[in-house]
């Protein structure tokens, strides 16, 4: 079982900048993978990006690439999400999940945080 908590999510104006923290309580294998999701009021779950704990990153959504940055701290589990330039469309909820190597499916998650950006 991995217990995952993200931080980090607020109001803000658009053309602000935000970083989204992601907090996972142990790690299964250096090849895991921690993603960032979104889902905004009847929208789908949308795949934002994603890391291994070694540092691969995964391809960014095509909304976020350029402006959106994955990192993590592996000593200290952690995840973070570094977003500028945010606009309206990028209010969401945001969601941290994790992929076990082993099972290959996003497994574990996150409770999310709201990110609000006003115009």
């Known amino acids: 079982q991995v217990q995952l908590v993200e931080s980090g999510g607020g109001l803000v104006h658009a053309g602000d900048s935000l970083t989204l923290s992601c907090a996972a309580s142990?790690?299964?294998?250096?090849?895991?993978?921690v993603g960032w999701f979104r889902q905004a009021p009847g929208n789908v779950n949308e795949f934002v990006a994603g890391?291994?704990?070694?540092?691969?990153?995964?391809n960014y959504a095509d909304s976020v690439k350029g402006r959106f940055t994955i990192s993590r701290d592996s000593a200290k589990n952690m995840v973070y999400l570094q977003m500028n330039g945010l606009t309206p469309d990028d209010t969401a909820v945001y969601y941290c999940?994790?992929?076990?190597?082993?099972?290959?499916?996003?497994?574990?998650w996150g409770q999310g945080t709201q990110v609000t950006v006003s115009s």
């Open positions: 890391i291994t704990w070694t540092g691969i990153i995964s």
């Open positions: 999940a994790y992929r076990p190597v082993l099972v290959n499916r996003w497994d574990y």
């Open positions: 142990r790690r299964t294998s250096d090849s895991d993978q």
